[in-house]
C-alpha cells in the first residue's frame, strides 16, 4: 500500500518482489566477483591488479556481516555454534589451500617438495584459524545482541 | 485471501469474500485497488489466494468494503 509521505511508487507486493529481485542480483554479483578473483588469482593475477574486486567484495561482506549482527540475524540455515563454526572455517581453507596447490604446482609448475607443500599448508591452517577467529568473534557479539534485543521486545511487553 | 484448515494444516485459498463485498458495492477489481493504493496485479493476487497482505493492507481493504477483518479475512474450518 502506498504511504502518503513515500516517495515509493510500488505497492507491498510489488515492493516486496522488486527486493527479490534485488536481493538476487546482490548475491548473482557477490559470487561471480568471486568467482572472477579466484580464476584472476588462479591466472597469476597480483593482489595489487586484484585490489579493485577485493575491495568491492570485502566491502559487500563487512555490511552484510554488520547489518546481519546489529540486528541479531545469523543464517537461515543453521544455528550460531562451535561446531557449526569450526565445520565453517574448513571451507574458505579447502578453498586457499586447492587454489594455492593450483597456482604452484600447475600454473607456475613449481616442484613438489616439502618446502612449497609446508607454506600451503601454513597458509590454509592460518586461514582457517583466522576464519574460526573471526566467527567466534562474531558469535559473541550476535548472542550479546539477541539478548539485547529479546530483553528490549520482553520490556515492551509489560 | 482466505484461511483455511486442513488436515490441521492452515493454506491460503482464494478470497471469495472480497470478490463478493466487492460486487456488493459494485466496486471493479481495479476500484477497489486504487482505493485502497495499490496495483491492480496485487489486487488480484489476493483475491486468488497468490499473495499474503499485510494487516496493514487487510485494514485498508476492510475500511473500503465496509467489512470487518473477521468478515473478509477471518479464517475458516473446511
Given amino acids: 500500500m502506498k504511504g502518503k509521505k513515500s516517495n515509493n511508487m510500488l505497492d507491498e507486493m510489488q515492493d516486496n518482489k522488486l527486493l527479490k529481485i534485488e536481493e538476487f542480483g546482490f548475491w548473482l554479483v557477490f559470487w561471480v566477483l568471486f568467482a572472477a578473483i579466484l580464476l584472476q588469482a588462479l591466472m597469476g593475477t597480483t593482489l595489487k591488479e586484484l585490489a579493485g574486486e577485493i575491495v568491492a567484495l570485502f566491502a559487500a561482506g563487512v555490511y552484510i556481516a554488520i547489518s546481519s549482527l546489529k540486528n541479531g540475524l545469523w543464517t537461515r540455515k543453521y544455528a550460531p555454534t562451535l561446531k557449526a563454526n569450526l565445520i565453517t572455517s574448513a571451507i574458505p581453507s579447502f578453498i586457499l589451500g586447492v587454489l594455492n596447490a593450483v597456482r604452484a604446482f600447475v600454473i607456475l609448475k613449481k616442484p613438489i617438495e616439502f618446502g612449497v607443500t609446508a607454506q600451503i599448508a601454513a597458509i590454509s591452517v592460518g586461514a582457517y584459524i583466522a576464519c574460526f577467529a573471526l566467527l567466534e568473534v562474531f558469535r559473541l557479539i550476535y548472542e550479546k545482541r539477541r539478548r539485547k534485543l529479546d530483553d528490549t521486545e520482553a520490556e515492551d511487553e509489560r | ?78
Fill in chain 2, 1 to 78: 485471501m482466505l484461511l483455511c484448515k486442513w488436515n490441521g494444516v492452515v493454506i491460503i485459498g482464494r478470497n471469495v469474500k472480497i470478490k463478493a463485498a466487492r460486487g456488493a458495492l459494485d466496486m471493479t477489481q481495479k476500484a477497489l485497488a486504487e482505493a485502497v493504493g495499490i496495483s491492480r496485479q496485487t489486487m488480484n493476487a489476493i483475491e486468488q489466494g497468490d499473495y499474503n497482505p499485510t494487516i496493514k493492507l487487510c485494514r485498508a481493504i476492510c475500511k473500503v468494503l465496509g467489512k470487518s477483518l473477521d468478515e473478509l479475512f477471518g479464517e475458516e474450518d473446511s
